[in-house]
């Protein structure tokens, strides 16, 4: 079935074990934070503003399943712990649509391959790193957030090739 988070209110943080196995979760202008076990074997995913946020408040793997695409979507560390992308047989890649965030501190997500970006997307960085960078399918407009002297945006988030991969740099 379908779920969809309308009307005004905060965001939902999901605490324990989540499984998506069917259906369209519209989170809308909300977001849906994710700080424990998330599995998904099927099911799609719709939002205006609102952003799917793992939280590495401790270390877990994301099991995304296959075709799983994600309008935004942010990666965070509350405490120094890494997120893995699964690459268990027949996960696909995660494909960020509209905004990936990394807000990771000293954090890295391990990827395995596993991380796509639109072309046309927008990559908000503010800090952590990638274990390799995403498949970037087009062109994107790489926002730096916070991102002090002395602290470089990391060759995985932003690689030399194509010269064409960032359009706007903010």
Same mark, same amino acid.
């Given at each position: 079935?379908?779920? %969809?988070?309308?009307?005004?209110?905060?965001?939902?943080?999901?605490?324990?074990?989540?499984?998506?196995?069917?259906?369209?979760?519209?989170?809308?202008?909300?977001?849906?934070?994710?700080?424990?076990?998330?599995?998904?074997?099927?099911?799609?995913?719709?939002? +205006?503003?609102?952003?799917?946020?793992?939280? !590495? /408040?401790?270390?877990?793997?994301?099991?995304?399943?296959?075709?799983?695409?994600?309008?935004?979507?942010?990666?965070?560390?509350? +405490?120094?712990?890494? @997120?893995? #992308?699964?690459?268990? !047989?027949?996960?696909?890649?995660?494909?960020? +649509?509209n905004n990936l965030d990394m807000q990771l501190g !000293?954090?890295?997500?391990?990827?395995?391959?596993?991380?796509?970006?639109?072309?046309?997307?927008?990559?908000?960085?503010?800090?952590?790193? @990638?274990?390799?960078?995403?498949?970037?399918?087009?062109?994107?407009? #790489?926002?730096?957030?916070?991102?002090?002297?002395? /602290? %470089?945006?990391? !060759?995985?988030?932003?690689?030399?090739?194509?010269?064409?991969?960032?359009?706007?740099?903010?």
């Open positions: 079935n379908d779920v %969809n988070l309308a009307g005004t209110g905060t965001g939902l943080t999901i605490t324990t074990s989540f499984t998506h196995d069917g259906g369209v979760l519209n989170f809308g202008s909300r977001d849906l934070t994710f700080q424990s076990a998330f599995t998904r074997t099927a099911g799609s995913y719709t939002a +205006t503003t609102g952003y799917m946020i793992f939280d !590495a /408040n401790a270390a877990w793997t994301i099991d995304q399943g296959d075709g799983f695409s994600i309008p935004n979507l942010r990666f965070t560390a509350s +405490t120094a712990n890494n @997120l893995t #992308l699964s690459n268990a !047989a027949g996960r696909g890649t995660v494909t960020v +649509t !000293a954090q890295t997500l391990t990827t395995n391959g596993k991380l796509a970006v639109a072309d046309g997307a927008t990559v908000n960085y503010t800090s952590g790193g @990638l274990s390799a960078a995403p498949t970037y399918a087009g062109s994107i407009k #790489l926002v730096a957030l916070n991102v002090t002297s002395g /602290n %470089n945006i990391p !060759a995985n988030v932003w690689p030399s090739s194509p010269s064409t991969l960032v359009n706007t740099f903010v």
